[in-house]
């Protein structure tokens, strides 16, 4: 059974910046397209980039220009950088692989913009 787990989340000013990790417990990425999704207070859990097997990204209009998504597969990681934080950006994220079956998730990472 695969694992994801995310790290990287924190307390960050408007503007700053972070970059979230998801490690898998195997060498899934290089298989599969990985997705984060972020879920803030209150809300749905809503879709906030993509990474294919070619290396291929996509990005919701969000975060389109601020976001950047990127996999190492030698380390079993999908990285998601993130500038230009704003406080909608607030949110708990999460990893998640596009895989036969039902699709893991990790237990999510937080991510806190304020000042």
């Known amino acids: 059974q695969v694992q994801l787990v995310e790290s990287g989340g924190g307390l960050v000013q408007p503007g700053g910046s972070l970059r979230l990790s998801c490690a898998a417990s195997g060498s899934i990425f290089s298989a599969y397209t990985v997705a984060w999704y972020r879920q803030a207070p209150g809300k749905q859990r809503d879709w906030v980039a993509t990474?294919?097997?070619?290396?291929?990204?996509n990005y919701a209009d969000s975060v389109k220009g601020r976001f950047n998504i990127s996999r190492d597969n030698a380390k079993n990681t999908v990285y998601l950088q993130m500038n230009s934080l704003k406080p909608e950006d607030t949110a708990v994220y999460y990893c998640?692989?596009?895989?036969?079956?039902?699709?893991?998730w990790g237990q999510g990472t937080r991510v806190t913009v304020s000042s």
């Open positions: 990474i294919n097997t070619d290396g291929m990204t």
């Open positions: 998640t692989v596009r895989m036969p079956g039902p699709n893991p």
